[in-house]
């Protein structure tokens, strides 16, 4: 086990990531990423942390935006959040996938919510720009390249943080993943993706030698690395 995943294997591809995979498992993944992230993404303490406080010094001005949003689940979980917190937020979703976008299409969302078939780099054409900018499991699915650019462009697009949260790769996650997400996780890619999605995952040192110079990297519980940019101090 320590073998397997002593290197990074970047070249490893995720089934809902073949533009061919059956439509009915992917809707069936983005519908079970809710309890996948809210179980193991610790946006909450993210929240709380990073975020709650950059939207709170917007005033009724704040906005978000989750580059490869995939179904909406983060959006709508912080939603939840700045809702308890009377927070008036607008959130906006990219993906550059259409078959999210035509997912997320046939939900239902409140007025606050925008998603948009594009990419980060268009919205920097666009002159947009936006409170606080996330992303949840968009880092390992880049080469060192274009987690270049997708950094770059979110430093222009934050107004003041950036907060990128991915999996941590670690043999003793990859057991506890591959034991308990088959009892949890049926019909769906979640449990195939997922472990790839953490053979596919930095290490903290790792993460750390290929983001900007004005970046860090910190640990969270369980199995987390968040890449965070502060444009406020840079």
Wanted: glycine share 6%; aromatic share 10%; with cysteine.
């Amino acid at each position: 086990m320590s073998l397997l995943l002593r290197e990074r294997d970047p070249h490893l591809k995720e089934f809902m990531d073949d533009p061919d995979c059956d439509l009915d498992l992917l809707h069936a993944t983005y519908n079970q990423f809710q309890t996948v992230n809210k179980l193991l993404g610790g946006w909450h303490k993210i929240y709380k942390s990073y975020i709650r406080p950059a939207l709170s010094a917007a005033g009724g001005d704040a906005t978000l935006l989750d580059i490869g949003c995939g179904g909406g689940d983060i959006l709508s979980l912080l939603d939840s959040f700045c809702r308890r917190d009377n927070l008036t937020v607008h959130f906006t979703g990219i993906e550059p996938d259409a078959r999210a976008i035509q997912y997320v299409e046939k939900q239902k969302w409140p007025e606050n919510f925008t998603f948009l078939n594009t990419t980060s780099h268009e919205l920097v054409q666009q002159n947009s720009d936006y409170t606080v900018v996330i992303s949840n499991h968009l880092v390992h699915h880049l080469s060192a390249n274009e987690l270049n650019h997708v950094c770059s462009d979110a430093e222009k697009l934050a107004q003041t943080k950036v907060i990128f949260s991915d999996i941590e790769r670690s043999a003793i996650g990859y057991l506890c993943f591959k034991t308990i997400a088959p009892l949890l996780f049926r019909n769906s890619f979640i449990v195939a993706d997922g472990v790839r999605s953490i053979r596919r995952s930095y290490k903290k040192d790792e993460l750390d030698q290929h983001l900007p110079d004005t970046w860090s990297v910190r640990r969270q519980f369980p199995f987390r690395l968040l890449a965070i940019y502060d444009g406020e101090n840079s």
